[in-house]
């Protein structure tokens, strides 16, 4: 029988527990089969939801996931999209950033976003330089769990994203990563 999801949780801080719990979490993380669920702290209710969003199918079906679990525990669901500058984490590929102002690029992506998703107000885009600044957005939000999609099984050292890599060893809130193929 296969699982549908895998919970790993966080037991201690030292280092060696530390390289341990992120070896099997990149190692269940990569083979991108079931959604896995990082737990560095006790999760006792989730009323709000965030989804790390762009435009990619990873995405998207992470926020469709994220809209079953909102639906069976009563919680809120939103994206959150960070647009940074080229070169930084969250350069938006759909839309051109030199030739818009800021606000523009932000209204525009927000748009996009809404459209893919066919869903409006459940998205909000702001400006964020590095992967570290979903985090920080999601916090202020008061998000509960934090929502990423991971990309189909293609070369192991791309299919995660940066985003994903440097949240699931980092993040100190629940992240529940969820493979491009899951259908919840």
Same mark, same amino acid.
């Given at each position: 029988?296969?699982?549908?999801?895998?919970?790993?949780? =966080?037991r201690g801080t030292d280092a060696l527990e530390a390289l341990a719990r992120g070896g099997l979490a990149r190692y269940l993380l990569h083979r991108g089969e079931v *959604?896995?669920? $990082?737990?560095?702290? %006790?999760?006792?209710?989730?009323?709000?939801?965030? @989804?790390?969003? /762009?435009?990619? *199918?990873? #995405? $998207? #079906?992470?926020f469709r996931v994220a809209e079953a679990w909102g639906r069976a525990l009563g919680a809120e669901v939103f994206g959150l999209h960070l647009v940074s500058g080229q070169g930084g984490c969250c350069f938006p590929t759909y839309l051109d950033p030199e030739g818009l102002a800021?606000?523009? @690029?932000?209204? =525009?992506?927000?748009?996009? !976003?809404? =459209?893919?998703?066919?869903?409006?107000? @459940? @998205?909000?885009?702001?400006?964020? /330089?590095?992967?570290? /600044?979903? !985090?920080?957005? %999601?916090? %202020?939000?008061?998000?509960?769990?934090l929502v990423l999609g991971s990309k189909a099984?293609?070369?192991?050292?791309?299919? !995660?994203?940066?985003m994903v890599e440097v949240l699931s060893s980092q993040s100190s809130m629940p992240l529940l990563v969820? *493979?491009?193929?899951?259908?919840?």
């Open positions: 029988m296969k699982s549908r999801l895998v919970l790993l949780g =966080q *959604p896995v669920l $990082l737990l560095p702290r %006790a999760l006792k209710a989730v009323r709000r939801i965030a @989804v790390g969003l /762009d435009d990619s *199918p990873a #995405s $998207l #079906s992470a800021l606000t523009e @690029v932000l209204a =525009q992506a927000k748009a996009h !976003l809404e =459209q893919l998703l066919k869903a409006t107000g @459940v @998205v909000e885009v702001s400006k964020g /330089d590095e992967e570290l /600044d979903l !985090l920080r957005l %999601a916090k %202020a939000r008061e998000a509960d769990l099984k293609s070369t192991w050292r791309h299919r !995660l994203g940066r969820v *493979p491009e193929a899951t259908v919840w």
